[in-house]
Nanobody
């Protein structure tokens, strides 16, 4: 059974940094593309960043490009999201997600992901 557990969220001032982690278990982590998504109150869940199973290819939402960095350590079955220069509009619950099928690229549509973590709250105060 696939399990994804996010950690690292919290309260930070605007301009600060946080690093989120997503620990995966249940199947071969290195075979599956992963993504980070976020959902603010009253808004739809939106794509933040994606990473290929190998870690060699990444993609970002325009709103976070240049500020956030997605990475993965396949030896540790863990994915990360380094968030710098945080803004108040980054406030949301952040979720990690995993594609159902192996060796398929990460996509921006949340419907393309079958496994989700419980989420971690990120609050940026201005």
């Amino acid at each position: 059974q696939v399990q994804l557990v996010e950690s690292g969220g919290g309260l930070v001032q605007a301009g600060g940094s946080l690093r989120l982690s997503c620990a995966a278990s249940g199947r071969t982590f290195s075979s599956y593309s992963m993504g980070w998504f976020r959902q603010a109150p009253g808004k739809e869940r939106e794509f933040v960043a994606g990473i290929k199973w190998s870690g060699r290819s990444t993609s970002y939402a325009d709103s976070v490009k240049g500020r956030f960095t997605i990475a993965r350590d396949n030896a540790k079955n863990t994915m990360y999201l380094q968030m710098n220069s945080l803004k108040s509009e980054d406030t949301a619950v952040y979720y990690c997600a995993q594609r159902r099928e192996p060796y398929i690229i990460a996509l921006k549509d949340p419907k393309a992901y079958d496994y989700w973590g419980q989420g971690t709250q990120v609050t940026v105060s201005s």
